[in-house]
């Protein structure tokens, strides 16, 4: 992820003229394609992904618990007080999933059914939940 716009700028300079004989061009593509499978959770099926989600946000809250406990920085994402499932899934999925997926299904069309669509679904799915928890909290401010 320290990569992830240094890769995803190479893959776009050569998307629109691709050459599948050119090597520069081929590493570009794995290289993005390996991004692809390592944060692929959200484009796959909710009752698959959300137990995924469930563990990762165990880890990255034990971490911060942690770090918090030694007086150490904690990053925001990371920690509890600052996001929910939601609004943890919700930038992420705009801001990293969707511009890289949809990059990729222009080179390979037959993916923008079986990849964007079902991440478009999940950004609307935790965009409505994120607006249920955002009208709960205001109720009980009231
Ligand atoms: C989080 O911490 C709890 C309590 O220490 C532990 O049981 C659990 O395995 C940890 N989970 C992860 C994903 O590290």
Same mark, same amino acid.
């Given at each position: 992820?320290?990569?992830?716009?240094?890769?995803?700028?190479i893959f776009k300079g050569k998307?629109?003229?691709?050459?599948?004989?050119?090597?520069?061009?081929?590493?570009?593509?794995?290289?993005?394609?390996?991004?692809?499978?390592?944060?692929?959770?959200? &484009?796959? *099926?909710?009752?698959?992904?959300? *137990?995924?989600?469930?563990?990762?946000?165990?880890?990255?809250?034990? $971490?911060?618990?942690?770090?918090?406990?030694?007086?150490?920085? &904690?990053?925001?994402?990371?920690?509890?007080?600052? &996001? #929910?499932?939601? #609004?943890? $899934?919700?930038?992420?999925?705009?801001?990293?999933?969707?511009?890289?997926?949809? $990059?990729?299904?222009?080179?390979?069309?037959?993916?923008?059914? &079986?990849?964007?669509? *079902?991440?478009?679904?999940?950004?609307?799915?935790?965009?409505?939940?994120?607006?249920?928890?955002?009208?709960?909290?205001?109720k009980q401010q #009231?």
């Amino acid at each position: 992820m320290a990569r992830h716009s240094e890769i995803m700028d190479i893959f776009k300079g050569k998307r629109e003229n691709f050459n599948f004989c050119n090597d520069d061009d081929l590493m570009a593509l794995k290289m993005v394609l390996i991004k692809c499978c390592d944060i692929s959770n959200e &484009v796959r *099926p909710m009752e698959i992904s959300e *137990p995924w989600l469930d563990c990762l946000l165990e880890e990255y809250f034990n $971490q911060s618990d942690k770090e918090k406990e030694e007086g150490l920085p &904690v990053a925001a994402f990371m920690d509890r007080d600052k &996001v #929910t499932k939601p #609004t943890a $899934q919700i930038g992420f999925i705009k801001f990293v999933l969707l511009p890289m997926f949809e $990059q990729v299904a222009l080179l390979f069309p037959q993916l923008h059914d &079986v990849m964007v669509i *079902p991440l478009r679904n999940a950004r609307d799915h935790w965009e409505r939940l994120k607006e249920q928890d955002d009208e709960i909290r205001a109720k009980q401010q #009231t």
